[in-house]
C-alpha cells in the first residue's frame, strides 16, 4: 500500500536494475496499490449493501415525505424587496414586440429633442447582486446605468445594443427562434465575440423585463436526460427510457416541453457526461426508479429550466452528484441558488431543496479511495473554495461549510469517476446506492430544506 503523501509509481522494467539508479531510491519508491487491495475493499462495501427491496422501501419513504412537505415559495414583493430588486417574467412575442417598439420611440423623442440617445440598462456587476436567505438564490439589485451614444467608452456597445433589439424584433414578427451562435453570426464585423453579443443579449432582457427565452433566441442543445420519464416535445411523446446510452437532448425551447409523467422516486442531476453514461448505460433507473439528468459541466439555461419543470411538476426530490472540488459545489450551487450572469431571472432558472448526494471530501477517506485517484488542489482551488466560503448562500448551511473547510484544508479534490478505481460500475452499484441509504439519516439531523439564516 502506498504511504499517503507520495504519488505510487508504476514498476520499472527489469533493464533498470542497471541504469545506474542508486538502491536507497529505489527502495524509497512505493508499489501502485495492488488490484486485489482494491476488489477487496470494494467488496467490503457491497456486503454492506442492503437489499433491494430494503433500499427501495427506505427511498420511497424518503420521497413521499419531500411530496408531503409544504414548501413556502415567497416572493420579493411579500419582503418588501420588489422596489429594490430587478426580475424579468415570461412575455409573449406581442408584449416583447411593444416592449421594444415603446424603447425605439423614446429615443427617437430623445433624438428630436437634441438630446442625443442611450439607453438606461440594468447594472449586472457582481456589486448590484443581492444573495436573499429567505428566498435562498441571487437577485439582481434596481440600479442602472446610462449607456450613451455620444461616448467614445460606450458607442459600440450602444450600437450593438440597438442592432441586437432590431434582430429580436425581427424574431418576434416572424415567430421564428435562433441560437445565440446564429444571432452573432448576424452581424459578425459588429459584435466580433460572440461573448459581446450574448452579453448585450442578456441586458437586452433586462432593459425590457423579460426573459431570454422571450426573446426568442436559444442557446444550442446541451444538457441530456434519460430514465423514468415521459413529456410531450411539440407534439411529439418522448419515452426517455428509450432513448439509449446517449439519453434525450433536452430542447433548447422549454415552451414547448409539458405533460410531464414518470414513476420516478427522485431525480439524479449529474455534473459530468462520463458518470451519466455510466449510470445509463447499467439501467440505474431500472434499479431504483429515477430520472437521470445533466449539463455535461457548467448548467446551461435549457438543463435549468428544465430541472426545475420537472421538480415543479412531478414534486419529487433532486439529488446532486458532483465532483469533490470547489468547482462541483459551485455548478451545484448554481442550480440551486442561481448564477450572478443572469441574477435577474433567478427566479425562473433555480430549484430549490437540491440535497448534494456527493462526492464529498469526507467521501474519500469514508470509500477508501486509493491515494492515486485523488488530486492535489492548485493554488486557484484553492482560492476558489476559501472564496465560496464567503459566499452568504454557502454560510447558510452548517454541512456545506463543513465539507468545504475539510476540502481547503486536505487540499484534496477527487472527480466522480475516482470510484472507477473500485470497477468501472462501482459508481452504480455500490457508492450512489450507499449515498440513498444515508439520506434518511441525514433527513432526521438536518430538515430537506437548507436551513434558513
Not at 474519500?364 to 485523488?374: A, F, G, N, S, T
Request: net charge neutral; aromatic share 6%; proline share 4%.
Amino acid at each position: 500500500m502506498a504511504s499517503k503523501g507520495k504519488r505510487p509509481v508504476e514498476a520499472e522494467d527489469e533493464s533498470d536494475a542497471e541504469d545506474g539508479r542508486d538502491e536507497d531510491e529505489d527502495r524509497n519508491e512505493m508499489p501502485r496499490e495492488a488490484p486485489k487491495a482494491q476488489a477487496k475493499a470494494a467488496l467490503a462495501f457491497k456486503k454492506k449493501l442492503k437489499p433491494d427491496n430494503i433500499i427501495l422501501a427506505s427511498i420511497r419513504e424518503f420521497s413521499e415525505a419531500s411530496k408531503k412537505q409544504k414548501v413556502e415559495t415567497r416572493t420579493l414583493s411579500e419582503l418588501n424587496l420588489a422596489h429594490a430588486c430587478k426580475e424579468v417574467v415570461d412575455l409573449s412575442t406581442t408584449d416583447v414586440l411593444t416592449e421594444i417598439e415603446k424603447t425605439i420611440l423614446h429615443i427617437a423623442q430623445s433624438i428630436l429633442s437634441g438630446n442625443g440617445f442611450g439607453y438606461n440598462v440594468p447594472a449586472r456587476s457582481s456589486v448590484n447582486q443581492l444573495y436573499v436567505p429567505e428566498l435562498d438564490r441571487i437577485v439582481l439589485k434596481d440600479k442602472a446605468t446610462f449607456r450613451p451614444f455620444a461616448s467614445m467608452s460606450t458607442v459600440r456597445k450602444t450600437a450593438i445594443t440597438t442592432r441586437i433589439l432590431q434582430l429580436v424584433h425581427q424574431l418576434c414578427q416572424k415567430r421564428i427562434h435562433v441560437t445565440k451562435r446564429d444571432l452573432f453570426y448576424t452581424d459578425v464585423k459588429l459584435f466580433v465575440e460572440q461573448t459581446q453579443s450574448d452579453s448585450v443579449l442578456d441586458d437586452v432582457s433586462c432593459m425590457l423585463g423579460c426573459t431570454r427565452s422571450s426573446l426568442n433566441v436559444v442557446a444550442s442543445e446541451k444538457g441530456v436526460v434519460v430514465g423514468r420519464l415521459i413529456f410531450v416535445e411539440d407534439g411529439d411523446r418522448i419515452d426517455c427510457t428509450k432513448m439509449g446510452v446517449g439519453g434525450k437532448a433536452i430542447p433548447p425551447n422549454i415552451d414547448k416541453v409539458k405533460d410531464f409523467e414518470s414513476d420516478a422516486l427522485f431525480i439524479l442531476l449529474v455534473e459530468k457526461d462520463a458518470a451519466f453514461m455510466r449510470l445509463a448505460e447499467d439501467r440505474f433507473y431500472n434499479r431504483f426508479p429515477c430520472v437521470i439528468i445533466t449539463a455535461k459541466g457548467q448548467p446551461d439555461v435549457a438543463t435549468r429550466l428544465f430541472l426545475k419543470k420537472m421538480k415543479t411538476d412531478l414534486k419529487i426530490p433532486v439529488l446532486g452528484l458532483v465532483d469533490s472540488d470547489p468547482y462541483g459545489l459551485k455548478i451545484l450551487s448554481v442550480y440551486l441558488s442561481g448564477s450572478k450572469n443572469m441574477s435577474y431571472d433567478s427566479s425562473n432558472l433555480t430549484t430549490p431543496d437540491i440535497k448534494w448526494l456527493g462526492v464529498r471530501p469526507t467521501d474519500l477517506d469514508k470509500y477508501k479511495i486509493p491515494e492515486q485517484c485523488r488530486l492535489p488542489m492548485t493554488d486557484q482551488d484553492i482560492k476558489t473554495g476559501k472564496d465560496l466560503l464567503e459566499e452568504d448562500f454557502i454560510k447558510k448551511d452548517p454541512n456545506w461549510i463543513k465539507e468545504l473547510e475539510l476540502m481547503v484544508k486536505t487540499k484534496e479534490k477527487a472527480e466522480i469517476q475516482a470510484l472507477s478505481s473500485f470497477g468501472f460500475q462501482y459508481l452504480s452499484e455500490v457508492k450512489t446506492v450507499l449515498s440513498l441509504l444515508t439520506l434518511r439519516a441525514q433527513r432526521r439531523e438536518h430538515h430537506w430544506r437548507r436551513p434558513a439564516c
